[in-house]
């Protein structure tokens, strides 16, 4: 069964990229979301099996979706990579890294986001 | 009434002098002599003329007191018996006048006379002397006299001197004091002989965070003032060749262990015979904070549309939006080159910032220089083969306990750079070599154009290749060497090259294996 990911953006740009980029070298159900709230919005909705989350985000940032959706039973076991253009340790941001399955640093090659995806989670 | 005193300066004028004292060039002590006899005044006036003083007569005391005011006299002969008013009287109004109170009066007493010694020096007398005359006991009495009140004079003179001398030096001090107290600048003496604290004012304090007894006498070596003493040093060398140094930036480690950035100026100064160093500081630890900031935030602000501009680049170059002509996938390449190219210069800024603001700590762990160099050149293969380049490595296995991925770096870089300057058919060797005191000594050494000696230690400053075009030939940010110091340094290690133009160059890596 072909795999759901939800790519969560504040940058429309970057969220077309990455979408366009999935979409060229996978079949996978792309969604998307331009905020945390509507990430949570979405992701209780549909339950993808995975969440692309950038870190800088106005208002509710990537880090506190991260803990609302860790926070909801319908949501906590979704698998999340963070995407950050900021190269800092994780251990910095104050995410838990367990929490999390990796993060990608911007800027990330679009036509190769695929691959390291199936590379970290074994699809 | 004819004035006595005018008579009696007549008189003095009407005696010619001596043909002996003629020979002489200075004209002797003014002497006036007061005395209701006139035998006694012609007596000690001829006397004294022949002497060569300069005597005045007068017979009465009230004279007297109005001659010595209006011209005061150098010594004063005072009858103490005379009518009117007696020598103890004359000679208290005389003490008690501000021009004449420190004329030495010598009394003049008859045999028969009682003298009241006691009131005579009471009154102010220095001496006495007695009718009938001793002239030899009379002239050494005034003799004497005189060379007190010259020696007085002299030291009231001198001591005046000093007075004015100390008070210039008070003020001169105080304007000093008030400076260096007061300076925002922290300045700081030191000896040269070994940079031992002689004075240091309060900015220097509120600096480095030491109170005044936690410095004074204790040398920059003591406090471990400056982390990188060599630096200081070459500054101080500055000052034997004679310059001035002016504005070398160092770091400062402060009574707490906290590193704040300045710039030094040094002048050098003798200070109680002993060579001394003046230190001016300028704490620039907030302006630097706020420039690496500003680095930050706009690489991180950069970053973010590059990363879209790249990855519309990457889509657009796989043809599955629209075919492309030749010319069209060209230009696309080009510019896929040239984003790719800003995100390494983007990337490495800000590598460089976070590892000169300490914000990266190191990661170390536990792994081998032969794997290490293992992965060095397996990253690096394609690039060598590309180029035409033969790698050897000359492996020695040691365990080292470092930040792995920093000296992966490193080395991967310092392989880059010998690869891009090496010519096709070169050789590049990688070799490593246990050294006392547990150094691990790296080198890479290639076959390349070399590098010219005055450029060896510049180019592991930021932008500062041999040759300004080399980054855009080569690929290069300029960044890579000044990264690569950064991480030694922060491995206690050290990173140099030497070179010969034309031969090839090798680069140097010292590192603590832990």
Redesign the interface.
């Known amino acids: 069964m072909s795999k759901t990911v939800l790519i969560v953006d504040d940058e429309e740009d970057a969220l077309a990229i990455a979408t366009l980029g999935l979409q060229m070298k996978t079949d996978w159900v792309l969604l998307q979301a331009g905020s945390g709230q509507q990430a949570l919005d979405v992701s209780a909705e549909k339950v993808p099996d995975l969440i692309l989350l950038d870190m800088m985000m106005p208002d509710m940032d990537g880090k506190a979706t991260l803990a609302a959706l860790k926070a909801n039973p319908k949501t906590q076991s979704i698998a999340v990579i963070l995407m950050t253009a900021k190269q800092e340790p994780l251990t910095q941001t104050g995410v838990d890294p367990e929490q999390v399955v990796t993060v990608f640093t911007k800027p990330f090659r679009p036509l190769s986001l695929a691959d390291e995806i199936r590379t970290v989670l074994g699809w | 009434m004819p004035d006595p005193s005018s008579s009696s300066f007549s008189l003095m004028s009407a005696s010619a002098p001596s043909p002996q004292t003629v020979q002489k060039k200075a004209v002797r002590a003014d002497i006036l002599v007061i005395d209701d006899t006139p035998e006694n005044l012609h007596l000690l006036s001829t006397l004294l003329n022949e002497r060569n003083y300069k005597v005045r007569s007068v017979t009465k005391g009230v004279t007297g007191i109005r001659g010595a005011i209006a011209a005061p006299p150098d010594l004063i002969l005072l009858d103490i018996n005379m009518p009117e008013m007696n020598g103890y009287e004359v000679c208290e109004q005389l003490k008690a006048n501000e021009s004449t109170c420190d004329i030495p009066v010598i009394f003049i007493s008859a045999l028969g006379d009682v003298l009241d010694k006691v009131r005579a020096f009471n009154v102010g007398g220095v001496d006495f002397i007695t009718k009938p005359f001793q002239i030899e006991e009379v002239l050494a009495r005034i003799r004497t006299h005189l060379t007190l009140r010259r020696l007085q004079l002299e030291q009231q003179a001198q001591n005046l001197r000093l007075q004015q001398e100390i008070s210039d030096r008070r003020r001169a001090e105080e304007t000093f004091e008030k400076s260096f107290l007061a300076s925002p600048s922290p300045i700081a003496i030191t000896t040269l002989r070994d940079y031992r604290f002689l004075a240091v004012n309060p900015s220097f304090m509120r600096l480095t965070g030491y109170a005044k007894a936690a410095i004074l006498d204790r040398t920059t070596a003591d406090l471990k003032l400056w982390p990188e003493p060599a630096l200081y040093q070459s500054a101080i060398s500055q000052l034997a060749q004679g310059t001035r140094c002016e504005s070398q930036e160092l770091e400062c480690r402060t009574q707490k262990g906290e590193y704040r950035t300045v710039l030094i100026s040094l002048e050098r100064i003798t200070l109680h015979g002993e060579s001394c160093v003046l230190n001016i500081i300028n704490d620039i630890t907030e302006r630097k904070r706020i420039e690496n900031e500003f680095i930050s935030v706009v690489s991180?602000e950069l970053?973010?549309?590059?990363?879209?501009m790249?990855?519309?680049l990457?889509?657009l170059s796989?043809g599955?939006l629209g075919e492309l002509s030749e010319q069209g996938a060209q230009i696309l390449s080009v510019a896929t080159t040239n984003a790719e190219r800003l995100?390494r210069l983007v990337?490495d800024i800000?590598?460089l910032e976070?590892l000169k603001s300490g914000e990266t700590r190191l990661n170390r762990t536990h792994c081998n220089i032969e794997d290490l160099f293992a992965q060095t050149v397996d990253a690096m293969r394609a690039m060598a083969d590309e180029a035409d380049v033969t790698l050897h490595v000359q492996a020695v296995s040691v365990p080292v306990f470092v930040d792995c991925d920093r000296i992966l770096q490193t080395l991967t870089n310092l392989l880059s750079n010998a690869i891009k300057f090496s010519l096709p058919g070169g050789t590049i060797l990688l070799t490593a070599a246990l050294e006392p005191d547990d150094i691990l000594h790296i080198r890479v050494i290639d076959q390349g154009r070399g590098i010219p000696p005055d450029r060896l230690e510049s180019i592991f400053e930021r932008f500062q290749q041999v040759d300004a075009s080399d980054a855009r030939k080569k690929g290069g940010t300029g960044l890579g060497l000044a990264i690569c110091r950064k991480i030694l340094k922060q491995h206690n290690g050290s990173i140099w090259a030497e070179s010969a133009v034309g031969e090839g160059s090798t680069f140097h890596v010292r590192l603590p294996v832990e």
């Open positions: 991180h970053r973010t549309p590059m990363h879209s790249v990855g519309a990457d889509l796989t599955e995100i990337n800000l590598d976070r």
